[in-house]
């Protein structure tokens, strides 16, 4: 028999068998559902900048009006900069290298210093140094979610440099053009790349009274603004404020707050209304539109009209689910600000040793992202501009103009965070250099302190000590136990005893 012939022979094929056909959406995101209960639900997609244009203003307005109202809104603005920034703010540590491949100490240290004296001198409106510019720039990101630092030539200045702080308002998100390639009031070059930025010549938020040039701009290279803002998306041109998933929670949390206050208020007093079933008119001490006024005093009793009655209003606030819902509320919002319930709220009765340091870790992991955001995206375009004036003014016959590349190697460290017990923490620093799993330099580094500083200062304590005759003998190294890791209601004291 042919081989096609039985192949055929032994299929059978029943030509009308019903062909079942598949629901598409049985496979499908549920997600990606439009039934009644997602309908309000958005199936548009649209660039990040779409939506800042049509956003940013009222966006930017709402955030400013709760970081001045809203108690958890100034308080997570006050913990970005505590946390950011710290009380000492981001240091710089230069790391150039000798010919040989060794640490440059004396380049470094020289170079460390022309920064340092640079932000002394930097003062713009009101005689503002460096350290505060990085509290104003992160504090104004942060409600904001943008905000542009302008460098300008400054012959008043040894550095040739100047700054100016430059809020989101002066560069009109309405401004666009697509001929002339301006997104946003920025503008850009054929492949992308920023030029300039067109900013108003003053705030658009003065009033017309105190300056006649609103709506009038300037046309700034790009070379000379840093646009400091947290980019999320590809496409993203401006910031966002960085409390904006959280904004509509924290103002309708804080208007339900003000209205159970208001309640509590209104409940307290006890008050009533007065009856007349009969309908007469009472000729007796009435307020400006007519209503029967009674006083009130403690301990005392008023005799009412005869055929009058006191009905009753006593309503009941706060509710007894009061306190359950605004913790329910404010940890969401917490969840939406990236920062734990305890540290917004300063609520500590349900915390413990274990949730403390779990809650802790990881929100210092979350502020170590910005503190690098504001290190890479700010300080180091600022050093670059600063080491370049530093060499081409020659400021220094032992810095050379040709080696710009190798002194340009920042690094910058902010400020770290103490544990429940830091001799805990410093047993465990002294068993990883032992161990050759760390090093001195990197653990002062943490520390926001710098290995050779030092070195230098414990250089000029011992000379001290030793002009003064004071000699102090080396104690012997203790030794290390291991961390014993306390229950979940248990807390170690300093001495590593639970109590």
């Not at 990101?141 to 460098?151: C, H, N, P, Y």
């Not at 040894?158 to 560069?171: C, G, P």
């Not at 606030?317 to 913790?327: R, S, V, Y």
């Not at 770290?416 to 068993?431: E, G, M, Q, T, Y």
């Amino acid at each position: 028999m042919n081989i096609f012939k039985r192949i055929f022979t032994r299929s059978k094929i029943t030509p009308k068998q019903p062909f079942k056909s598949i629901n598409p959406r049985s496979r499908a995101f549920d997600a990606s559902g439009t039934g009644r209960l997602l309908s309000s639900w958005t199936t548009q997609s649209t660039s990040y900048d779409y939506d800042i244009l049509n956003s940013l203003d009222t966006l930017r307005a709402r955030s400013r009006q709760l970081h001045q109202n809203n108690d958890y809104a100034r308080r997570y603005i006050n913990l970005c900069v505590t946390n950011i920034i710290g009380p000492n703010g981001i240091k710089l540590q230069n790391k150039a290298i000798t010919n040989a491949g060794k640490l440059n100490v004396d380049v470094n240290n020289l170079i460390e210093g022309f920064f340092d004296d640079w932000g002394k001198s930097c003062t713009i409106e009101g005689g503002v140094t460096l350290l505060d510019v990085e509290r104003i720039i992160i504090t104004s990101t942060a409600i904001d979610g943008e905000i542009f630092v302008r460098l300008y030539d400054d012959p008043n200045n040894k550095y040739y440099l100047s700054m100016q702080l430059l809020e989101s308002d002066y560069l009109d998100v309405n401004f666009n053009n697509e001929n002339a390639r301006i997104r946003m009031g920025i503008e850009y070059d054929e492949l992308g790349r920023r030029v300039a930025y067109w900013f108003y010549k003053n705030h658009p938020g003065d009033n017309k009274r105190y300056t006649r040039s609103i709506g009038e701009r300037v046309r700034v290279p790009a070379a000379d603004v840093i646009h400091v803002f947290y980019q999320e998306r590809p496409s993203q041109t401006r910031g966002v404020p960085w409390m904006h998933s959280a904004m509509t929670r924290l103002n309708h949390l804080g208007a339900y707050e003000e209205a159970e206050l208001v309640a509590s208020r209104v409940a307290s007093a006890k008050m009533g209304f007065i009856v007349n079933p009969g309908g007469d008119d009472y000729k007796g001490p009435n307020d400006t539109d007519g209503n029967i006024q009674i006083e009130a005093e403690p301990g005392t009793w008023e005799q009412l009209p005869t055929g009058y009655d006191i009905r009753q209003w006593d309503p009941q606030h706060p509710g007894g689910n009061f306190e359950q819902f605004m913790k329910v509320s404010l940890r969401g919002i917490a969840a939406g600000l990236n920062v734990s319930y305890a540290a917004l709220t300063s609520d500590l009765r349900d915390v413990n040793y274990s949730s403390s340091r779990f809650g802790s870790l990881d929100e210092r992991d979350h502020w170590r992202v910005k503190q690098r955001w504001i290190a890479s995206g700010f300080f180091k375009k600022l050093y670059e501009r600063i080491l370049t004036n530093v060499l081409t003014l020659g400021l220094s016959s032992r810095l050379f103009p040709s080696k710009y590349e190798q002194y340009n190697k920042p690094e910058w460290y902010a400020r770290s965070w103490d544990w429940v017990d830091p001799r805990v923490d410093a047993a465990a620093a002294i068993l990883e250099i032992d161990n050759g799993l760390n090093t001195k330099s990197d653990i002062l580094a943490a520390q926001g302190k710098d290995f050779y500083d030092l070195l230098e200062t414990m250089k000029q304590e011992n000379a001290a000590m030793k002009e003064s005759g004071i000699e102090l003998k080396p104690k012997e190294k203790p030794e290390t136990k291991p961390e014993q890791k306390p229950d979940n209601n248990e807390v170690q004291d300093g001495a590593g005893n639970t109590v």
